[in-house]
């Protein structure tokens, strides 16, 4: 659905990525993800109204697109697909030049991809940035995917 090229492109572009529905347990995957996009040197911007605040990643946590106080390449979606209509609308209105916005994997909404595409963003849907650079920039390790964490129990 989506060309290599595409994704390469788009990866290689985002250099603040606003991450919606971000968690602070670690163990949750939109953790791990935020937290490899910012070992990558891209700036996650953690979006969840429940850790408004707090810190994640070395940035605060914001409770909507809306409070945040500058602009983002990339809105990364951590939610049911029923909450993508909202999200999308948030996201155009706050910053008419988005570049991205991507759904996770399990996240898919044709009706507002196809009006973020009209305004010219870029959608990914059902896909992973982390896995998607892991398999385009050679990081992927034995048994398929690597999380980046370390376990301290052996």
């Known amino acids: ?12 572009r985002m250099k603040t ?18 937290r490899y996009l910012s ?6 911007v953690p979006v969840n109204p429940g850790l408004a605040g707090q ?7 914001y409770a909507t697109l809306y409070d945040i106080p ?3 390449d ?5 939610r049911r697909s029923d909450a993508v209509p909202a999200i999308v609308d948030e996201a155009l209105a706050r910053w ?5 916005i991507w759904l996770q994997i399990g996240v898919e909404h044709a009706d507002s991809a ?15 940035p982390k896995i998607e650079y892991q398999r385009l920039f050679g990081e992927l390790r034995m048994g398929g995917f690597a999380t980046g964490v370390i376990s301290s129990k052996l």
């Open 17 to 34: 990525v606003a991450v919606v529905g971000v968690s602070a347990n670690p163990v949750r995957p939109s953790y791990f993800v935020a």
């Open 39 to 44: 070992r990558k040197g891209i700036r996650v």
């Open 1 to 12: 659905m989506y060309s290599d090229q595409l994704l390469k492109d788009v990866l290689n």
């Open 70 to 72: 500058f602009d983002v």
């Open 114 to 128: 196809e009006v973020a595409q009209a305004r010219g963003v870029t959608v990914i849907q059902n896909r992973c």
């Open 74 to 78: 990339m809105v990364d979606v951590f």
């Open 96 to 100: 008419p030049d988005l570049q991205t």
């Open 55 to 61: 810190e994640l990643f070395g940035e605060t946590v």
